[in-house]
């Protein structure tokens, strides 16, 4: 049982270029997250996934795409990558199944994606 | 919209010290409040919760945190700090109205700690 996982660990990209981040999760969870990290900054929400085939932007959607492939599987795309999106990404997931009342799931977390664009 | 503010960016302590970590928010309605933990080059771990009821939590490895409406505080304590407690620590909040649980986080607090 691996939980979040994300691939790769570290990216180096030229401005420009355009590279996916790859999540998977092993939990059954409904909803997948993705944040990026910057110092100063904590987490900031990019896009997140309530159900597969669903996708809602978060507080800092600009420059990005995403796929909820499946239930397992939630990819961020750059497709054409600048030096402001050097961060660290991660990935992660919960049951949250978006009832009316809600109710807290825990958020599992990946190990990240460093990501340097120069 | 919310917000979180963590007051203090880097906090140097002793081992064997007590440590309080400072957190304040603001919401036009009532929050889930959440501590969070990273390791270095690790992901997020959550350290402990408030959901409702008792305003004193306690978290895994000896934390605790207490909420505080009329501050909006959610200020997190360690009586005794270990070498393995260096880490950064988050604060964050969702709104109780919010079905999908989305998370405000603050900027983070380094915690380092020195024998």
């Known amino acids: 049982n691996a939980g979040v996982t994300q691939t790769p660990k570290f990216q180096v990209l030229k401005t420009g270029q355009s590279m996916t981040l790859q999540c998977a999760q092993d939990?059954?969870?409904?909803?997948m997250y993705w944040y990026r990290q910057d110092p100063g900054m904590g987490l900031r929400l990019i896009y997140y996934s309530a159900s597969e085939g669903t996708t809602d932007k978060g507080e800092v959607p600009n420059g990005y795409n995403v796929s909820r492939l499946n239930k397992r599987e939630f990819s961020l795309r750059l497709e054409s990558a600048a030096p402001s999106q050097t961060s660290v990404y991660f990935c992660?997931?919960?049951?949250?199944?978006?009832?009316?009342?809600?109710?807290?799931?825990?958020?599992?977390f990946g190990p990240g994606t460093r990501l340097t664009v120069t | 919209a919310q917000s979180v503010t963590q007051l203090d960016s880097q906090v140097p302590v002793f081992e064997e010290a007590p440590v309080e970590l400072r957190c304040n928010y603001s919401s036009s309605v009532s929050v889930y409040l959440f501590w969070y933990v990273q390791y270095p080059n690790q992901g997020l771990q959550l350290l402990l919760k408030?959901?409702?009821?008792?305003?004193l939590v306690k978290g895994i490895n000896g934390f605790e945190a207490e909420f505080n409406k009329s501050q909006t505080s959610f200020h997190l304590r360690k009586p005794s700090v270990h070498i393995s407690d260096t880490a950064e620590y988050f604060c964050a909040v969702s709104e109780t109205t919010d079905s999908w649980g989305k998370l405000q986080f603050g900027a983070g607090t380094q915690v380092v700690v020195t024998p």
């Open positions: 408030y959901l409702s009821g008792s305003t």
């Open positions: 939990m059954n969870h409904n909803s």
């Open positions: 992660a997931s919960s049951e949250n199944r978006g009832e009316l009342l809600a109710i807290f799931y825990e958020q599992y």
